[in-house]
């Protein structure tokens, strides 16, 4: 079973994603959907859009990734999938949807573990050293 992928940002953060998933994942692209949050947009008109693109997705089992909690792309996504067997992980960044896509052919509840991994486990500080001819220049 093949969960279908969507999400849901403030423009243009949802199209934007999707399109760094599709360079890595090319095969994906029935799979997973965008929806860009316009400010413009009433939510009620954003809520059916969404509803439209889970249809499209054609599968019973969506995992739905939003960037904010609390703001408007979360708050559709939420009545979105409320009712369904589908999941929300709000706070979506790129390790996060690589990570999902990359295993969106394991179980609902696995692939919302897989997700958080990816979002967390990628966050770091990396540590820069300055080359050694620069200091030496620069004192």
Known sequence: MTIGILLIAHAPLASALRACVLHVFPDA????LALDVQPTVAPEETLQAARDLMQQLGTPHVLV????????????????VDGLDSKLVAGVNLPMALKAVSYRNESLDALVMRALAG?????????????????????
């Open 29 to 32: 692209d029935q799979g997973v």
């Open 65 to 80: 990734l939003t960037d904010v909690y609390g703001a408007t792309p979360c708050n559709v996504a939420q009545k979105l």
């Open 119 to 139: 979002a967390t486990q990628c966050i770091m500080q990396v540590a820069v050293s300055t080359p050694t001819q620069f200091v030496k220049e620069n004192q």
